[in-house]
C-alpha cells in the first residue's frame, strides 16, 4: 500500500469525525431553535436561560462542555447533556460512515440524511412530533439521492416510498379501529416513506424489524422505570427507533439482513 492511500485511510475517517462532531453541533442548534420557536440563524448562539452570547471557545464540541464543567460561564445553570450527546452521536455516525464508504457519494447522502433522522429523533423524543418542515424536506430530497446518487431504480425507490407509508398507514388506521386511539402518528408514516424512498423498498422489512426490537428493550425498561409514576399506558415515539433501523441500515444493513435470513 503506497503512502497516498495509507495517508487516504488515515485522513478520511478522522476528517470525517471531526466534521460530523462540527455538524452534531449545529444540530443542538437547530433541535434547540426549533422547541424555542427562535430562527437558526439570529440571535447568535446563547444560553438559554440568560441570553449570554456564547464565545468562540464556548462553542467547540465536546470541549466546551468539559471545560465549562456543564454549566454556563455567566449565570451558572446546568448545560444539558442533550449537547456533548448529539455532538458525540454525529461524530461516531460520520466516523462509521467513512469507514464503511470511504470518499463518495453514499458517504454524502448518508451524512446529510444522518443529520437530519438525528435532529427529527431528538424532537420527537421531546415533545413527541416529527417535524413537517424535515420530513417532507425529507421525502423530497431522498427521490433525486437514491436515483442519481445511490444508483437505485425508479421501480425500488417509488415502490419503498408508497409501501412504507402505504403498511403504517394501515396499521395506524387498524389500531385505531380496535383501540380507540391513536398508536402510529402521521409523522412516522411520513418517516417510513421517506427512508423506503431513500433506501429502496426491500429495506423495510429490516428497517422495521431493528425499529421494533429496539423500540420494543426501550420500552420495557422504560416501563419498569415509570409505571409507578405514570400509570400503564406510557407513551414513547417510534420515530427515533425508525431512524435507528434505518441508520443501521445505511451502515450495514444488507449484510446483516443476510446474516439473519441465512441464520433459517
Same mark, same amino acid.
Given at each position: 500500500?503506497?503512502?497516498?492511500?495509507?495517508?487516504?485511510?488515515?485522513?478520511?475517517?478522522?476528517?470525517? $469525525?471531526?466534521?460530523?462532531?462540527?455538524?452534531?453541533?449545529?444540530?443542538?442548534?437547530?433541535?434547540?431553535?426549533?422547541?424555542?420557536?427562535?430562527?437558526?440563524?439570529?440571535?447568535?448562539?446563547?444560553? =438559554?436561560?440568560?441570553?449570554?452570547?456564547?464565545?468562540?471557545?464556548?462553542?467547540?464540541?465536546?470541549?466546551?462542555?468539559?471545560?465549562?464543567?456543564?454549566?454556563?460561564?455567566?449565570?451558572?445553570?446546568?448545560?444539558?447533556?442533550?449537547?456533548?450527546?448529539?455532538?458525540?452521536?454525529?461524530?461516531?455516525?460520520?466516523?462509521?460512515?467513512?469507514?464503511?464508504?470511504?470518499?463518495?457519494?453514499?458517504?454524502?447522502?448518508?451524512?446529510?440524511?444522518? $443529520?437530519?433522522?438525528?435532529?427529527?429523533?431528538?424532537? %420527537?423524543?421531546?415533545?413527541?412530533?416529527?417535524? %413537517?418542515?424535515?420530513?417532507?424536506?425529507?421525502?423530497?430530497?431522498?427521490?433525486?439521492?437514491?436515483?442519481? !446518487? !445511490?444508483?437505485?431504480?425508479?421501480?425500488?425507490?417509488?415502490?419503498?416510498?408508497?409501501?412504507?407509508?402505504?403498511?403504517?398507514?394501515?396499521?395506524?388506521?387498524?389500531?385505531?379501529?380496535?383501540?380507540?386511539?391513536? $398508536?402510529?402518528?402521521?409523522?412516522?408514516?411520513?418517516?417510513?416513506?421517506?427512508? $423506503?424512498?431513500?433506501?429502496?423498498?426491500?429495506?423495510?422489512?429490516?428497517?422495521?424489524?431493528?425499529?421494533?426490537?429496539?423500540?420494543?428493550?426501550?420500552?420495557?425498561?422504560?416501563?419498569?422505570?415509570?409505571?409507578?409514576?405514570?400509570?400503564?399506558?406510557?407513551?414513547?415515539?417510534?420515530?427515533?427507533?425508525?431512524?435507528?433501523?434505518?441508520?443501521?441500515?445505511?451502515?450495514?444493513? =444488507?449484510?446483516?439482513?443476510?446474516?439473519?435470513?441465512?441464520?433459517?
Amino acid at each position: 500500500m503506497g503512502n497516498i492511500e495509507l495517508n487516504y485511510l488515515l485522513f478520511h475517517p478522522i476528517f470525517s $469525525g471531526i466534521l460530523g462532531l462540527i455538524l452534531g453541533s449545529f444540530y443542538n442548534v437547530c433541535i434547540s431553535r426549533y422547541l424555542q420557536n427562535e430562527s437558526i440563524i439570529r440571535p447568535a448562539s446563547h444560553c =438559554p436561560k440568560c441570553g449570554h452570547s456564547l464565545s468562540w471557545w464556548e462553542n467547540i464540541p465536546l470541549f466546551s462542555f468539559a471545560l465549562l464543567k456543564a454549566r454556563c460561564r455567566h449565570c451558572q445553570a446546568s448545560i444539558s447533556w442533550q449537547y456533548p450527546l448529539i455532538e458525540a452521536t454525529s461524530g461516531f455516525w460520520a466516523l462509521l460512515l467513512a469507514l464503511q464508504y470511504g470518499l463518495s457519494w453514499p458517504w454524502i447522502v448518508f451524512m446529510i440524511f444522518g $443529520g437530519l433522522l438525528i435532529i427529527m429523533s431528538t424532537i %420527537d423524543l421531546k415533545i413527541f412530533i416529527l417535524p %413537517d418542515l424535515l420530513t417532507i424536506s425529507g421525502i423530497v430530497i431522498a427521490i433525486p439521492s437514491a436515483i442519481y !446518487l !445511490l444508483d437505485h431504480t425508479w421501480t425500488s425507490t417509488l415502490l419503498g416510498g408508497f409501501l412504507g407509508a402505504g403498511s403504517f398507514l394501515i396499521l395506524q388506521k387498524g389500531y385505531k379501529i380496535l383501540k380507540g386511539i391513536e $398508536g402510529l402518528g402521521t409523522g412516522d408514516i411520513k418517516l417510513i416513506s421517506l427512508l $423506503g424512498l431513500l433506501l429502496g423498498w426491500p429495506s423495510l422489512p429490516f428497517i422495521v424489524f431493528i425499529g421494533a426490537i429496539s423500540g420494543l428493550i426501550v420500552s420495557i425498561i422504560f416501563f419498569y422505570t415509570q409505571i409507578i409514576k405514570q400509570g400503564m399506558q406510557t407513551a414513547i415515539p417510534f420515530g427515533p427507533f425508525l431512524s435507528f433501523g434505518g441508520m443501521t441500515y445505511m451502515l450495514y444493513g =444488507p449484510e446483516l439482513w443476510a446474516l439473519y435470513i441465512g441464520g433459517f
